[in-house]
């Protein structure tokens, strides 16, 4: 997993790291880097679809999208 975290382009994996390594919540990050929210959760959305298509299926898969989940819902408080 963490070399298909390392194929993010920079800032999109700097954001995704921050979000669910270091359990920042959005606004947090956005505040660091210094970019708007919003920007926060396109870069999100970008590197959960990356991981989705180069994990492709299986019981990784769906295992790291559980974990996901449950920490997406505490970011947006």
Known sequence: ???VIDMLPK?????????????KKYHQIAEECGISPKTVEIHMSKALRHLRL???GGWLLATVFCLLSIQ???LYY
């Open 1 to 3: 997993m963490e070399q």
């Open 72 to 74: 997406t819902n505490a």
């Open 11 to 23: 800032q999109c994996r700097k954001v995704f790291l921050l979000s669910r390594f270091e359990n």
């Open 54 to 56: 180069e994990l492709n």
